[in-house]
């Protein structure tokens, strides 16, 4: 008998504009101790259901139809004393954001605590099961982390507390919605490890949120991909990666950058259009308006059912076996750039800052150079500085030591208020939050017209809105756009206002910080590739922040890695992402997760999470990190550079033909699209 | 997510038109729909109307005594709502009262507004000293009990309508800078603000288009509070003699006339008492209706 049985579930919410269909008609078993991954943009239903199984819907929600059949029960029908007593004890969640599933004015001890104690355990128990599952999540020093409130403790550290709140009451079935969403790329695979541990060690059944193909590839048994309320794809994760069968899998699977591919030999193809609306009506398959392969008399009359391709392999497509290979929907060949003429230099550039009697070293000595009509890109996690670097760029923050050449004439300590009108316009940035980019208040076509009056681009009424439709046909919008309000438009159309903006006074040096992070895949892809094509034609010099290594990967020339403020490596992105390595480079790679079923590979796990930038010590920024430390020396003394290939720099002790005995992280991916529909 | 909302995060056209009457501007659009703001702006609308009308109405004179009526000062043909201690019309300077007060209120509170808004985006924009200096003058001020405030102020610079303006404005000022001020801090790291920077904006810019429009949800409900709280303040300054000159009809100033015969002919003060309850009740609910529709986004 499967643990949870979710049969002809539909779940609806009354809103202002009616009913809203989230979740039409959705079926699903889930063994005991199997781990389900469920995947989809975001507006799926993918949390909605996990708040159905939870009965969480909130007071405009309900399921008018459908069971819920967990160990036998329906909990559609339970009664809320009944449903009490299974939350939490038998099924747990693990929410996103850790950071408020905690609450704040209690010591992590006694919130861990209460649930045994809530379940009848004595206080002398309670506190025993709570060590024991510290120690579980890999949180060995239980009694000080019990003392301690939740501010006072890390983002990672958190996530690994709330995951010992959920699996306290040892419960059968544990829900997870994009636990690792949020958390840095090294903590967040410490987290996914942890997570598949326990899993093994508790025997739970796993539900698993993610619109992370790569992180649902590393925890799951099999994968449910839900598109509009519906389970489109429900496979072995295996049958899933290699041969994905519905064009909307296929789609999720192509849009998204392989390591080792980049932008000229595999470019990435978006999905068209936006996920429909559960106000819009049904008829035939829902993805059909989206699809490349869909057939009018086909697809778009009747429902389409749910059929088996293989034991393990189901699908909801009428066309599956009969679909195109994926094609490149235009032509994103990219020119090489040749030049080498250096369009912005950094040289020892600094920018500390004092807090009290302490100093905070945002940027350390940064050596960074980018070429004229290249791609930069700057990795590194949170607090390493990078969003730091571009603020100096832009002026809107000063450099208080070094210098910083931007066309020959130094920049590093002009704020924007005194630079001169043609540098301001030259150097211009696309900011990462999609909803903080635009004013809420102002229709998004003013900034556009507004950049231009500013900068001189265009003079008079009809010049300045002809350039503004200009601007926004180059960004694939309609033009009509700019008379809509913010939040009418979707995240991905905002960044594509924003591209417009930061092109408006033809910038020569474009900055852009973590432009798509916040983006669904196959939104990322397109504006990505918009982005790309834009940079490339227009011949801009791009630095691209970001901490994304395979997109990194995908579209950078050169790539500088940062770790709390100060340079570890540089070089050609070719040389980087081959070893020698950089260790904390090393580590970052190994950390990525792969949309690639078993592709563990070698796995180099950073202990704890990034330390305080304050006061550092002289030696190695990531001496206190590194897995292969080499001694004192690297507290002590700063590293020397090692020069592996032709402009490849990496600042570290340790000799570089002893880096060059690394093997390889990763391979080189293989540059074909996806390949389907052949067995 | 929260759990009470629907997660629809993609725009579609019926979407997105409903989503453009949310929202500030849309506050005001929507405010039919909230039951107690309607009653808030019916309570308001009755005395604007009053008001306006007064020139109009059959009413006597609001400073005409009627010597005859002043033995008989309850309820009659001739006055409805009876006489005062001097036989002047109580009805007749309810309504001329409303005048003063839904003149002298709105000025007062708009004044303030200026003033209280420059004050917060100085501060929330600037930081450093100027925010300093305005939040700390802000708090010398906010430590006083309002009421000493107003009746410090006016002692000293004597009962008019333009010292009550004046009065209002550094009393209600500080107030409207915080919130400005706390507003303006929440908005003022927000991309939208650097973009502006790097078009190279004027500060003045910056801060009247991109900043202040963003703040006008949580100033809209305020600003109907503080209507209520000068139509008290302006009713206590008229019952402690502060208020505007005699024999300007003034409800505050009803009231105390009304105290000698409270035990005998309680209408005098009550009347004027129940306006003043009624034209605050009706700005405390339009400020409750609005909160409840920016809540309901």
């Not at chain 2, 991309?191 to 949800?217: K, Q, T």
Request: contains cysteine.
């Amino acid at each position: 008998m499967p643990l949870l049985s979710i049969q002809d579930l539909r779940v609806e919410y009354r809103t202002s504009s009616g009913r809203m269909v989230v979740i039409p008609d959705f079926s699903l078993d889930i063994e005991p101790g199997e781990s389900v991954g469920l995947v989809g943009e975001s507006g799926c239903g993918k949390s909605t259901l996990l708040m159905a199984i939870m009965r969480y819907l909130g007071r405009n929600g309900s399921i008018p139809q459908g069971r819920i059949l967990f160990e036998g029960r329906d909990l559609v029908a339970l009664a809320e004393p009944e449903l009490r007593q299974i939350r939490g004890s038998r099924i747990a969640i693990v929410y996103q954001e850790p950071a408020t599933a905690l609450n704040p004015s209690l010591t992590i001890g006694r919130q861990l605590m209460e649930v045994p104690q809530l379940h009848g355990a004595s206080g002398r128990d309670a506190r025993a099961a709570v060590v024991r599952v510290l120690a579980d999540v890999h949180l060995p020093d239980a009694a000080s982390i019990m003392r301690r409130y939740p501010h006072q403790i890390s983002g990672g550290q958190k996530q690994r507390v709330v995951l010992a709140l959920a699996l306290l009451a040892n419960p059968s079935l544990l829900l997870l919605d994009e636990p690792t969403t949020g958390l840095d790329v090294t903590v967040a695979a410490a987290v996914l490890d942890l997570v598949n541990e326990l899993r093994r060690k508790y025997g739970t059944a796993l539900v698993y949120v993610s619109h992370n193909l790569g992180v649902i590839a590393q925890v799951c048994d099999r994968v449910g991909v839900m598109y509009a309320g519906e389970l489109v794809e429900d496979a072995a994760v295996d049958s899933l990666f290699t041969y994905p069968r519905h064009p909307y899998t296929r789609g999720l699977i192509a849009s998204l950058p392989r390591i080792g591919a980049d932008k000229r030999s595999a470019p990435l193809v978006p999905i068209p259009g936006v996920v429909p609306s559960p106000a819009e009506l049904r008829q035939g398959c829902s993805f059909a308006r989206r699809c490349r392969d869909a057939d009018t008399g086909l697809c778009r009359t009747a429902a389409i059912p749910l059929r088996a391709a293989t034991d393990t392999h189901l699908v909801r497509c009428n066309r599956f076996e009969h679909l195109e290979p994926l094609a490149v929907p235009f032509d994103v060949a990219m020119p090489q750039a040749t030049s080498s003429e250096p369009i912005m230099e950094a040289h020892d550039l600094t920018r500390s800052f004092r807090l009290g009697r302490s100093h905070l070293l945002a940027n350390d000595r940064l050596d960074i150079t980018a070429q004229r009509g290249r791609v930069l890109a700057v990795v590194g996690e949170s607090g390493s500085g990078k969003t730091t670097f571009a603020r100096i760029l832009t002026g809107l923050d000063q450099a208080t030591g070094g210098m910083l050449r931007f066309k020959g004439k130094e920049i590093g300590r002009t704020l924007v208020r005194r630079r001169t009108r043609a540098q301001v316009a030259a150097i211009q940035m696309v900011f990462q939050n999609p909803d903080g980019t635009l004013n809420p208040s102002h229709r998004v076509g003013r900034p556009l017209g507004r950049a231009l009056r500013r900068f001189g681009i265009a003079r008079g009424r009809k010049a300045i809105e002809a350039r503004v439709r200009e601007l926004l046909e180059m960004v694939r919008l309609q033009p009509s756009v700019r008379h809509s309000l913010p939040r009418q438009l979707s995240g991905g159309q905002k960044q594509r206002i924003a591209i417009a903006r930061a092109f408006a006074g033809n910038p020569e040096l474009l900055i852009a910080d973590e432009p798509v992070s916040a983006l669904d895949v196959s939104v990322q892809a397109a504006v990505i590739n918009l982005l790309l094509g834009i940079q490339a034609d227009s011949g801009t010099t791009m630095v691209f922040i970001s901490h994304d290594l395979v997109l990194v990967r995908y579209l950078a020339d050169e790539v500088v890695v940062m770790y709390l403020g100060r340079v570890m490596e540089s070089g050609p992105v070719e040389a980087l992402f081959a070893p020698p390595y950089h260790p904390y480079t090393e580590a970052l790679l190994s950390a990525v997760p792969l949309p690639e079923p078993g592709s563990g590979g070698r796995r180099i796990r950073l202990e704890g999470e990034i330390p305080s930038p304050l006061d550092p010590p002289p030696g190695c920024r990531f001496a206190g990190r590194c897995p292969r430390k080499v001694g004192a020396v690297c507290d002590t003394v700063p590293p020397p550079a090692r020069e592996g290939a032709e402009g490849h720099l990496i600042f570290c002790h340790i000799p570089i033909e002893e880096l060059r005995l690394v093997p390889a992280v990763v391979e080189r991916g293989d540059a074909e699209l996806v390949n389907v529909g052949a067995e | 997510m929260s759990v009470t909302q629907a997660p629809f995060p993609i725009a579609t056209p019926a979407a997105a038109a409903e989503a453009a009457e949310r929202g500030a501007p849309g506050l005001l659009r929507r405010l039919p729909s909230s039951r107690v703001a309607m009653v808030g702006l019916s309570l308001v609308l009755f005395w604007v109307v009053l008001a306006l009308l007064a020139p109009v109405l059959p009413l006597a004179s609001p400073n005409a005594q009627d010597y005859a009526a002043i033995g008989h000062p309850g309820s009659s043909a001739a006055h409805l709502l009876g006489v005062d201690p001097l036989g002047r019309d109580v009805l007749s300077r309810l309504i001329w009262g409303a005048r003063t007060v839904l003149a002298v209120a709105p000025i007062a509170v708009v004044t303030a507004y200026i003033v209280g808004c420059a004050m917060g985006l100085l501060a929330g924009y600037y930081r450093g000293w100027v925010d300093v200096v305005v939040s700390r003058v802000s708090d010398v001020i906010l430590s006083f009990p309002v009421v000493v405030l107003y009746v410090i102020l006016i002692a000293n610079i004597g009962p008019s309508a333009l010292n009550i303006v004046v009065a209002a404005v550094l009393a209600s000022a500080p107030g409207i800078a915080r919130i400005v001020r706390g507003l303006v801090l929440s908005l003022v790291n927000q991309e939208f603000v650097a973009a502006a920077e790097l078009r190279r904006e004027s500060d003045l810019y910056i801060m009247l288009v991109e900043l202040l429009p963003n703040c006008r949800g949580p100033l809209i409900t305020d600003f109907c509070l503080r209507l209520g709280y000068i139509t008290i303040a302006i009713g206590t300054l008229g019952f402690l003699g502060l208020g505007l000159p005699p024999p300007t009809p003034d409800w505050g100033g009803m009231i105390k006339q009304g105290t000698a015969m409270l035990t005998v002919y309680p209408h005098m003060s009550l009347y004027p008492a129940f306006a003043i309850v009624s034209l605050v009740l009706g700005f405390n609910l339009l400020a409750d209706g609005l909160t409840e529709l920016s809540m309901s986004d």
